[in-house]
């Protein structure tokens, strides 16, 4: 791969080199992420110069803090300085020179070296030709100056490959004994200090030589530290594609609950423009955020039904969420699934009416037979004239159960009967209008007691007709049953259009009765539950199994104001052959 940091494209060394690490393999992504943007995978490889870097960093804070140090040794120990003796006036300049070259390379030199080597020959020819100019003006090595040089050789040795940090130490050693030979000449250093001078010069060939080996492992050390980094964002980066593009739907919470992580699907479901890293769940769900600070007080709560489900940001879709802590720290993040409960409807509808169909064989045989003859004999029972009022009463309440238990044996008949939708074109305006009439002319309802309110559009539906008369029916009659009693000035509407940001087709009926009870509401689609003195329970249970059989879901909500509105969201047409499909399966 391509490295940014010259530092780092050098550090493969000289051809030939014994000490020379193994090049750097090409990251290579996994066959499903190779089309992801190598976003990470260039950081990956310049945090490889990290170690590089430090070691000139500590070469540059030296460069910086030795100027001042010797300046003030100088200025200290007047009118016989320590150092500088020989040419003080040289001896400042040399420091302030060197502090204002080392300034520039330290701030100034990051990112605009071509290679390592070069960085290598600059550094060490600044340190060797100012340390050498100070050691001059103090009077050659005999000045103990000399000794500095070594911090600058180790360092760079560090930084050279093989046999260069032999050079490194050449050239300290050569500028060693070009500043001796000067400060000879020049009357300032005796002629028994060359030996002084070959001495240093050794010591700073066995410093390279000592530092040889280290730069060989520091070296392999970087190359493996930078190929585990490159392996971690790869790992990284495909974690990533994998959760982003799973089918299910994920987020992950804080514990101030604001949205940390969460995949497309899940935006999808919460809302693409709402539903992003930082947004609080409160704003983007309010449902789902009830429902996981419910889970919060109880982790073993384990909510059934409607009574753990929310909507989705479509009005389409009922979701079921499932949580779970994401760590062992308290607070811990909360990872929660959500689970469209559509799918899974649709999944198990064939079992449910095969069962049913076993059930409702019995149930013609065993259940319907007896209890026709006990509502016949009721009958036959309430015509004798020697019954009294109270016996007439106890007849009456027989044949009013025999009723019931007959209307939910037909029921339940006409669920497990129930053919496969046989879906056609229909323009929801004019149905719906047709639908009233009859309606109304059905109850004896004058029309201003079922009002219509269009959308901005007549809307084309793909639906098996007879069924959607069944469900919409079924709605209007509840509305008329319990509604009407409670508020008569106030008409039962019937409204269609499209839903906002989504455009699925819907169709809704609202009234002004009692409303349904929180704790109620969770329940009324499941069968056999029913607060009415004479219903069965299946009602709402039937209209909903018969629009899922349709792509269609319903819904059921408060409305503002006092009432209820259920609300039957139809598929998209042109999802309709996919849904059938699918039903078919």
């Known amino acids: ?64 803090l030795l100027p001042p140090v010797l300046f003030a040794l100088q200025q200290l120990t007047r009118p016989t300085p320590t150092v ?18 080392g300034a520039i390379v330290a701030f100034g030199g990051r990112g605009r070296w071509r290679s390592r080597h070069a960085l290598v020959f600059v550094h060490m020819l600044l ?30 040795a560090l930084l050279a490959e093989g046999r260069a940090s032999l050079g490194i130490a050449a050239l300290a050693a050569l500028g060693l004994l070009t500043q001796q030979i000067l400060a000879v000449f020049a009357g300032n250093a005796q002629t028994y200090d060359y030996s002084l001078a070959g001495m240093l010069g050794a010591v700073l060939f066995l410093v390279a030589l000592m530092a040889w080996p280290v730069s060989s492992r520091l070296r392999e050390s ?114 929660v699934f959500l689970e469209d409960t559509s799918d899974l409807a649709a999944k198990v509808q064939q079992t449910k009416l095969a069962a049913l169909g076993r059930l409702s064989a019995s149930i013609a045989h065993e259940i319907r037979n007896p209890v026709g003859a006990m509502s016949h004999a009721a009958q036959l029972l309430a015509e004798s004239p020697a019954l009294s009022s109270a016996d007439r009463r106890l007849t ?33 305006e004019a149905w719906i209008r047709r639908f009233r009439d009859e309606f109304c002319d059905t109850l004896q ?78 329940r009324i689609f499941e069968p056999f539950f029913t607060r009415a003195a004479h219903g069965t329970g299946l009602g709402l249970f039937l209209a909903r199994e018969l629009g899922q059989a349709n792509g269609a879901t319903l819904l059921y909500e408060t409305r503002d104001g006092g009432g209820s509105i259920f609300r039957i969201v139809f598929s998209d047409p ?7 499909h699918q039903a078919a399966h």
Request: aromatic content about 4%.
């Open 396 to 428: 009456e309440i027989m044949q009013d159960h025999s009723t019931r238990v007959s209307g939910i044996i037909d029921n339940i008949l006409q669920l497990s009967r129930r053919e496969a939708p046989r879906p056609e074109k229909l323009m929801l």
């Open 127 to 156: 340190d060797t030709t100012a340390i050498c100019a100070l050691l001059y003006c103090s009077g050659g090595v005999a000045s103990g100056l000399g000794i500095l040089l070594v911090i600058p050789v180790g360092a760079l």
């Open 574 to 580: 042109s999802r309709w052959a996919d849904n059938q």
């Open 84 to 101: 500088g003796a020989s040419d003080p006036q040289l001896f400042t300049f040399a420091c302030m020179v060197y502090w204002a070259l």
């Open 222 to 335: 970087e190359a493996l530290v930078r190929r585990q980094e490159l392996d971690l964002a790869n790992l990284a980066q495909l974690s990533q594609y994998i959760v982003q593009r799973l089918r299910e739907s994920i987020l992950v919470v804080d514990p101030s609950d604001r949205i940390r992580l969460i995949n497309e699907s899940a935006a999808r479901l919460l809302g693409d423009n709402v539903a992003v890293p930082g947004a609080l769940l409160g704003e983007v769900a309010p449902r789902l955020l009830y429902l996981l600070s419910t889970w919060r007080k109880d982790e073993t709560l384990i909510l059934r039904g409607g009574a753990g489900t929310f909507v989705a940001d479509d009005g389409a879709r009922v979701i079921h969420p499932h949580f779970a802590p994401l760590g062992s720290s308290a607070p811990a993040p909360i990872i």
């Open 1 to 64: 791969m391509a490295n940014p940091d010259p530092m780092s494209a050098a550090s493969a060394g000289a051809p030939g080199e014994a000490t020379t690490p193994p090049r750097e393999p090409p990251a290579i992504p996994p066959p499903s992420v190779a089309s992801l943007p190598p976003a990470s995978v260039p950081a990956a490889a310049a945090s490889g110069s990290d170690l590089a870097w430090r070691v000139v960093g500590l070469a540059n804070l030296y460069r910086l």
């Open 445 to 522: 309802l004058p029309r201003q007691r079922l009002t219509i309110d269009p959308g901005s559009e007549d809307i084309e539906l793909r639906i098996d007709a007879s069924q959607l008369h069944q469900i919409f029916w079924n709605l209007c009659q509840n509305s008329v049953t319990h509604a009407l009693p409670h508020a008569a000035a106030a008409p039962i509407e019937l409204r269609f259009g499209r839903l906002a940001g989504v455009g699925r087709p819907y169709l809704q009926v609202a009234d002004r009765g009692p409303g349904i009870a929180q704790a109620d509401a969770e």
